[in-house]
């Protein structure tokens, strides 16, 4: 078993930034990708941004946080983290941290979740 515990949510005006973080435990050698996805009240849950645990640290995102927000990693402390700038109303959402056990780019992959931590963007 893998267990995520996100951190760094919170509240900001547009165009502002937060970092969020996700610590990692259990089997982490067993990830082989970990990513971000977002759910906002009424709609469904959305991938945002995933990089490769291991080796090159490849990374994916959505459309729309291209050039806003950029994922990251620190093997030496099992984090991840989601740097997101430029912040906008429609950003606002709770934020899960996920991982997977094979691939990193497609979210059907991802079968290990955070609690997740609210991002609240005000205009």
């Known amino acids: 078993q893998v267990q995520l515990v996100e951190s760094g949510g919170g509240l900001v005006q547009a165009g502002g930034s937060l970092r969020l973080s996700c610590a990692a435990s259990g089997r982490t050698f067993s990830i082989y990708g970990m990513g971000w996805f977002r759910q906002a009240p009424g709609k469904e849950r959305e991938f945002v941004a995933a990089i490769r645990r291991s080796g090159v640290p490849t990374t994916y995102y959505v459309d729309f946080v291209k050039g806003r927000f950029t994922i990251s990693r620190d093997n030496t402390k099992n984090t991840v983290n989601l740097q997101m700038n430029s912040l906008k109303p429609e950003d606002t959402a709770v934020y899960y941290c996920?991982?997977?056990?094979?691939?990193?780019?497609?979210?059907?992959?991802?079968?290990?979740w955070g609690q997740g931590t609210q991002v609240t963007v005000s205009s």
């Open positions: 996920a991982a997977s056990n094979a691939g990193y780019s497609d979210p059907r992959n991802y079968n290990y």
